[in-house]
């Protein structure tokens, strides 16, 4: 699957459907404060005003993500939340409503997809939700909505770690903890794309899967200790930490010299820079960047069959407790989508 020719993304000649103007009020899931999964509850939230460059979007899925489920229990982006009840998600497929000006590139009845500026604004596990235009792109004609909400977040963020920050190559060799999770399996499409040798871990139950996925070496880490069969690595993408077996600790001894160390999951290792330091390698964290041009490109390299989203569950809006619950059992290949409506 390496340098598959990139073809134009499609885009539909007729012009888009007419949009009713929103309602007042909306279905959405709130939750009144920070607690377990069955704090989540549906309630009638108002439409949210876009103001300025901001879309407004009815959202036809959402995206479940770890930091979503972080955040209802107390963590994540907790401290930014001024009030409640509040409404979680930050991915989102759907159509627009309202745009910016007459003549702006995003016009009501085009589909698009992206992340909402989450707790900043209210977040997508609504019927509406309004977005800043920057990370907003048109969503890949041949996806569906739920297909394209596991997409923003988790490819946003695995693009930024492979191709921004471990600048991925011919020979590279990259190290991807958890590859089959949402950030993972982008993660090793990504960098198999761009030329550089996967190694991936993951549960035996997928090891196949993720070899499609372009993994040249797939570790079943319920069975073997990585650190006993890789080595002399050049960048460890890092989606566990030390939450889990002390894999953060672990993986800088798998690192050559003066490689490149990423700490993704929010609060997952306090300490890795030290220890980095100490080891001799170097190491960064990293935080997702909602960048709709970067959005653009991922979403060619889904219209192209290049870079696949993969659905593990799908869940109405009204069952997002399930989802959230599915979520932290810790075992879900790709992504987790919240259905909304009809398209």
């Given amino acids: 699957m390496r340098f598959r020719p990139l073809r134009t993304a499609s885009v539909p000649d007729a012009p888009p459907l007419p949009v009713p103007d929103p309602p007042e009020d909306m279905r959405a899931v709130v939750y009144d404060a920070p607690g377990p999964a069955d704090a ?32 209802r229990a107390g963590k994540g982006a907790t401290s930014a939340i001024e009030a409640y009840p ?10 627009v409503v309202k745009s910016p000006y007459e003549s702006h590139p995003l016009q009501p009845g085009m589909e698009v997809f992206g992340m909402a500026a989450f707790p900043r604004t209210t977040g997508t596990y609504a019927e509406y ?19 394209a909400a596991g997409v923003p977040l988790a490819a946003l963020t695995a693009w930024g770690l492979i191709v921004e920050t471990a600048h991925a190559h011919e020979g590279q060799r990259i190290l991807i ?19 550089a040798h996967v190694t991936a871990t993951g549960s035996g139950r997928n090891a196949s899967w993720l070899r499609e996925l372009g993994a040249s070496v797939v570790i079943d880490y319920t069975t073997t200790r990585f650190e006993e069969v890789v080595g002399d690595v050049d960048v460890v993408i890092d989606l566990v930490g030390n939450v889990h ?99």
């Fill in 40 to 71: 989540l509850r549906t309630a009638s939230a108002p439409v949210p005003t876009p103001v300025l460059s901001e879309l407004l979007v009815r959202v036809v899925a959402a995206g479940v993500n770890p930091i979503d489920a972080k955040t």
């Fill in 86 to 95: 509040a409404i979680l998600g930050y991915d989102f497929s759907g159509v």
């Fill in 129 to 147: 939700t309004v977005v800043p235009t920057l990370s907003v792109a048109r969503k890949p004609p041949s996806l569906s909505h739920v297909e």
């Fill in 177 to 195: 903890h958890a590859g089959s999770g949402g950030v993972g399996h982008f993660a090793v499409q990504f960098a198999a794309y761009f030329g």
């Fill in 245 to 343: 077996d002390s894999t953060g600790t672990r993986s800088l001894g798998v690192l050559r010299p003066g490689g490149l160390y990423v700490m993704v999951p929010t609060g997952a290792w306090p300490g890795y820079a030290e220890a980095a330091a100490e080891a001799g390698v170097r190491a960064t964290s990293y935080k997702v960047v909602p960048d709709g041009v970067a959005l653009a490109t991922i979403a060619r390299l889904l219209e192209s069959g290049a870079v696949q989203v993969y659905v593990d569950r799908v869940f109405d809006l009204a069952d997002a407790a399930d989802a959230h619950t599915e979520l932290e059992r810790g075992h879900t290949r790709g992504k987790v989508v919240l259905r909304i409506s009809d398209d």
